[in-house]
């Protein structure tokens, strides 16, 4: 048996406390020093850089999020205690909580901060596979002579590192495939850090739900649910040829899973898709200019993650969402890539615009896709639009401006509708 003490990083023999430093956050494991596949998720990641930024909030219950229609985007562990969970409506949030300090994103701290965390984890490895900004997959495998320790002691200086330098916590998971990796890495949070061994995969699945599958949400767990799989042990029971029958391609990979296999490679070049936002109305709105308003406020998020994350996108998309749920999607494909607020704002109200009076409406997003470096972005002019070039250079200007003092130093007027 193997064991590390996670706070001086001593490799030790296991014990309750450190002989060390006297930590009692030891980790123990048959497998825990030739194990290489990590999942890393920071803890409540923007609620956590809200109050690292800001320590009256320390012991209060955070919830990043807004309007009484809108959702939670993340909550902090205060929060979660009292029941308040992701995409929770804030209703909902406000009779579970109602002491609950909620604060608006600000996708560009968190953007920084997460570029902080990349930084560190590429120089353990460059096979860093980012799922969003908060969470990523790391190989750590054949790194051992290069760091003088085996890839779990070197992931347990990560999320050290990231305390102490960053001021934000995170949980890792060890394992030997990226599905348990991820797996594990929810196990233990926050500050957790959880492993799965070879030996073990089977024995650790064969209760286990099958909600515990990425990728297996609400509408997926009732179709399963329907054909009598709840756990893994369930789905060991089937054919593959049944599966693959029953439920097409995922059935396969289910087939798969249930015994724990996972032949994905940790991709540093998996492409991002698409970078959207969108914001749920107070009240149901077929107002131009209420629209118009958020409409700018949302191609502004959107430019300011695409900028922060070296993006830009050839399609810009419209979302738009009716009481009765029924949704409208639009896209329009430019001539150049873009990552500039203004253009992406342009085309989607052009894209409004077409879609006409159908409201009223209690959701409204916008986005980009077709994603590409910001380096083949927003190269040539509009003959058609002699102005652009202009705005452009303003939009340029009021992002220094915004950098240095803030983002609510210089708005635009149809912001503040």
Same mark, same amino acid.
């Given at each position: *048996?193997?064991?590390?003490?996670?706070?001086?990083?001593?490799?030790?023999?296991?014990?309750?406390?450190?002989?060390?430093?006297?930590?009692? $956050?030891?980790?123990?494991?048959?497998?825990? !020093?030739?194990?290489?596949?990590?999942?890393?998720?920071?803890?409540?990641?923007?609620?956590?850089?809200?109050?690292? /930024?800001?320590?009256?909030?320390?012991?209060?219950?955070?919830?990043?999020?807004?309007?009484?229609?809108?959702?939670?985007?993340?909550?902090?562990?205060?929060?979660?205690?009292?029941?308040?969970?992701?995409?929770?409506?804030?209703?909902?949030?406000?009779?579970?909580?109602? /002491?609950?300090?909620?604060?608006?994103?600000? *996708?560009?701290?968190?953007?920084?901060?997460? $570029?902080?965390?990349?930084?560190?984890?590429?120089?353990?490895?460059?096979?860093?596979?980012?799922?969003?900004?908060?969470?990523?997959?790391? /190989?750590?495998?054949?790194?051992?002579?290069?760091?003088?320790?085996?890839?779990?002691?070197?992931?347990?200086?990560?999320?050290?590192?990231?305390?102490?330098?960053?001021?934000?916590?995170?949980?890792?998971?060890?394992?030997?495939?990226? !599905?348990?990796?991820?797996?594990?890495?929810?196990?233990?949070?926050?500050?957790?850090?959880?492993?799965?061994?070879?030996?073990?995969?089977?024995?650790?699945?064969?209760?286990?739900?099958?909600?515990?599958?990425?990728?297996?949400?609400?509408?997926? =767990?009732?179709?399963?649910?329907?054909?009598?799989? $709840?756990?893994?042990?369930?789905?060991?029971?089937?054919?593959? +040829?049944?599966?693959?029958?029953?439920?097409?391609?995922?059935?396969?990979?289910?087939?798969?899973?249930?015994?724990?296999?996972?032949?994905?490679?940790?991709?540093?070049?998996?492409?991002?898709?698409?970078?959207?936002?969108?914001?749920? !109305? !107070?009240?149901?709105?077929?107002?131009?200019?209420?629209?118009?308003?958020?409409?700018?406020?949302?191609?502004?998020?959107?430019? /300011? $993650?695409?900028?922060?994350?070296?993006?830009?996108?050839?399609?810009?998309?419209?979302?738009?969402? +009716?009481?009765?749920?029924?949704?409208?999607? +639009?896209?329009?494909?430019?001539?150049?890539?873009?990552?500039?607020?203004?253009?992406?704002?342009?085309?989607?109200?052009?894209?409004?615009?077409?879609?006409?009076? =159908?409201?009223?409406? +209690?959701?409204?997003?916008?986005?980009?896709?077709?994603?590409?470096?910001?380096?083949?972005?927003?190269?040539?002019?509009?003959?058609?639009?002699?102005?652009?070039? =202009?705005?452009?250079?303003?939009?340029?200007?009021?992002?220094?401006?915004?950098?240095?003092?803030?983002?609510?130093?210089?708005?635009?007027?149809?912001?503040?509708?």
């Amino acid at each position: *048996m193997h064991a590390l003490c996670r706070d001086c990083l001593s490799q030790i023999a296991p014990a309750r406390r450190c002989p060390h430093c006297g930590s009692p $956050r030891i980790k123990a494991h048959e497998e825990l !020093f030739s194990l290489s596949i990590a999942h890393m998720d920071c803890d409540a990641f923007y609620a956590s850089v809200e109050k690292r /930024d800001n320590p009256e909030l320390a012991d209060k219950p955070v919830v990043i999020g807004g309007g009484k229609r809108g959702v939670v985007s993340t909550a902090c562990y205060v929060a979660r205690i009292r029941g308040v969970r992701s995409a929770m409506p804030m209703f909902q949030v406000m009779k579970l909580c109602p /002491d609950a300090v909620v604060i608006k994103p600000r *996708m560009q701290a968190y953007a920084e901060v997460s $570029r902080q965390v990349r930084a560190m984890m590429d120089e353990l490895t460059p096979d860093v596979e980012p799922l969003s900004l908060d969470e990523a997959f790391m /190989d750590l495998g054949g790194t051992q002579r290069l760091h003088g320790a085996p890839p779990a002691v070197m992931l347990a200086r990560l999320v050290k590192r990231m305390k102490d330098e960053i001021g934000i916590t995170g949980s890792i998971g060890l394992s030997h495939n990226k !599905f348990l990796a991820k797996v594990a890495s929810d196990l233990d949070k926050p500050r957790g850090y959880s492993v799965i061994g070879k030996a073990e995969t089977s024995t650790f699945l064969q209760d286990k739900p099958v909600r515990l599958i990425w990728g297996i949400g609400p509408a997926a =767990q009732a179709s399963l649910e329907k054909a009598g799989i $709840r756990t893994f042990a369930d789905l060991l029971r089937w054919d593959r +040829r049944d599966l693959s029958t029953r439920f097409g391609s995922t059935g396969e990979r289910l087939w798969h899973l249930a015994r724990g296999e996972d032949r994905r490679r940790v991709s540093a070049n998996a492409p991002m898709k698409s970078i959207s936002n969108e914001t749920t !109305f !107070f009240e149901d709105t077929a107002s131009t200019e209420v629209l118009d308003g958020h409409l700018w406020r949302l191609a502004e998020k959107v430019s /300011d $993650r695409a900028k922060a994350k070296q993006q830009a996108g050839r399609v810009v998309t419209l979302k738009l969402k +009716r009481a009765d749920h029924t949704a409208l999607t +639009r896209r329009l494909s430019l001539r150049d890539a873009t990552q500039m607020a203004d253009v992406i704002y342009r085309t989607a109200r052009d894209l409004l615009d077409q879609v006409g009076n =159908q409201g009223p409406y +209690r959701l409204l997003g916008c986005g980009i896709s077709d994603l590409v470096p910001e380096t083949q972005a927003d190269i040539t002019g509009d003959l058609l639009d002699p102005l652009a070039t =202009q705005r452009a250079k303003a939009e340029r200007a009021t992002d220094s401006i915004r950098e240095r003092f803030g983002a609510d130093a210089i708005r635009k007027g149809r912001a503040l509708r």
